[in-house]
């Protein structure tokens, strides 16, 4: 049995959102996704953040995050690249305090210039 909070929404998430799972994990398309397909990884266990993990849960994440991968490449080839990123904290943006992370798909032209990537999370912090 995993703990869980009756008020978080992945804790409460309905099955037929779950696009893959395994003991610790599960994986779910974003409610709000910044591109096509973008995938949200959680671990059973409810904790805060990344930090909160134990091995064995990143591990069981990984592995989401890597069949997922294949999966959205398979489903669309377009696909070439990916973000992947944890917000842990109010202060980097975090609004669901139950652990996840954003696998992100990116295709060639989604946005006028990617470099810097994640670094755009700061404004002005981007290029360099």
Same mark, same amino acid.
């Given at each position: 049995?995993?703990?869980?909070?009756?008020?978080? !929404?992945?804790?409460?998430? =309905?099955?037929?959102?779950?696009? *893959?799972?395994?003991?610790?994990?599960?994986?779910?398309?974003?409610?709000? !996704?910044?591109?096509? $397909?973008? @995938? $949200? &990884?959680? =671990?059973?266990?409810?904790?805060?953040? +990344?930090?909160?993990?134990?091995?064995?849960? #990143?591990?069981?994440?990984?592995? $989401?995050? *890597?069949?997922?991968? /294949?999966?959205?490449?398979?489903? /669309?080839?377009? &696909?070439? %690249?990916?973000?992947?990123?944890?917000?842990? %904290?109010?202060?980097?943006?975090? @609004?669901?305090?139950?652990?996840?992370?954003? $696998?992100?798909? #990116?295709?060639? %032209?989604?946005?006028?210039? !990617? #470099? %810097?990537?994640? #670094?755009?999370?700061? =404004?002005?912090?981007? +290029? +360099?």
């Amino acid at each position: 049995m995993h703990a869980t909070d009756e008020n978080c !929404p992945f804790c409460s998430l =309905p099955r037929e959102r779950i696009v *893959a799972e395994n003991d610790l994990a599960f994986a779910f398309r974003d409610g709000f !996704p910044v591109t096509e $397909l973008h @995938t $949200l &990884v959680v =671990p059973r266990q409810h904790s805060a953040t +990344y930090f909160d993990l134990t091995d064995e849960e #990143r591990e069981a994440i990984h592995v $989401l995050l *890597a069949e997922q991968r /294949d999966r959205i490449c398979g489903k /669309d080839g377009a &696909v070439v %690249g990916f973000n992947i990123g944890w917000n842990c %904290g109010e202060a980097a943006g975090q @609004t669901i305090f139950h652990t996840h992370v954003h $696998l992100i798909p #990116r295709r060639d %032209g989604d946005v006028e210039n !990617p #470099r %810097g990537g994640v #670094r755009h999370t700061v =404004p002005g912090k981007g +290029y +360099y």
